[in-house]
């Protein structure tokens, strides 16, 4: 059964610095992955999406990688600023299940101090 | 990106009654849409997926007949909680998406509160 998981679950940095999100599956036997943005009581806002048959996607000052073989996704976060305060999650669509639902990690809260 | 609409927003609900929650996809047809459930500071749970003209799919633990789905068209799927209970309350999500390797966009979500 896929699991994914996020590290780490909380991160607090000062405006202007760039940090990594980590994010890990255990089946590599996916159609692609997606990064996930949620502020507090709202939806979800797409950030990015990666095939399994690409290595990375940029968006503005986003960057996701994904390796699939070693079950690994990244989201690199340039020149944090307050407003990228929210949580990240990360989501992966199985090839091997019914269906073709995502399923997620339980993501990382980030807060960016002014 | 493509727009899924989810509505209402929030809804306050007594015991007992029901509650239907819509979901559509503005700007595309959505062949198959997913329902999930978010507690406080956890994932997202998905709850069932509905295909249209068809019987959604529940997951494992969730109750068909008191979560109703219905996907009457390639736009609209809706969700029912029927006969509402305090565990109930949570905050619940939809998504749609095409196909297999397509983005998936997500509703604004439903703060549910059953009082």
């Known amino acids: 059964k896929q699991e994914v998981t996020q590290i780490p679950a909380a991160l607090s940095v000062p405006e202007g610095e760039n940090l990594v999100l980590n994010c890990s599956f255990t089946?590599?036997?996916?159609?692609?992955l997606q990064w996930f943005r949620q502020d507090p009581g709202k939806g979800l806002t797409s950030l990015l999406l990666?095939?399994?048959?690409?290595r990375e996607q940029t968006s503005g000052r986003l960057n996701a990688s994904l390796d699939k073989s070693s079950g690994r996704s990244t989201l690199y976060i340039a020149a944090s600023q307050p407003g990228d305060s929210a949580t990240y999650l990360c989501?992966?669509?199985?090839?091997?299940?019914?269906?073709?639902?995502?399923?997620f990690g339980k993501g990382t809260t980030l807060s960016v101090s002014s | 990106g493509a727009v899924v609409s989810q509505h209402p927003s929030w809804v306050i609900c007594k015991s007992g009654t029901s509650v239907k929650i819509e979901c559509r996809s503005l700007?595309?047809?959505?062949?198959?849409m997913f329902w999930y459930r978010q507690f406080p500071k956890q994932s997202l749970m998905l709850m069932a997926t509905s295909n249209e003209g068809s019987k959604a799919t529940y997951e494992q633990g969730v109750e068909k007949d008191k979560f109703l789905i219905n996907h009457a068209s390639l736009t609209l799927s809706t969700l029912t909680v029927t006969s509402a209970h305090p565990e109930d309350s949570s905050f619940y999500i939809c998504?749609?998406?095409?196909?297999?390797?397509?983005?998936?966009?997500f509703g604004q979500g439903t703060r549910l509160t059953v009082v």
């Open positions: 700007d595309f047809q959505a062949t198959t």
């Open positions: 989501a992966v669509s199985p090839q091997n299940q019914a269906g073709t639902a995502l399923i």
């Open positions: 998504s749609a998406r095409v196909g297999h390797n397509t983005e998936a966009f």
């Open positions: 089946d590599s036997a996916i159609y692609n």
């Open positions: 990666i095939q399994s048959s690409q």
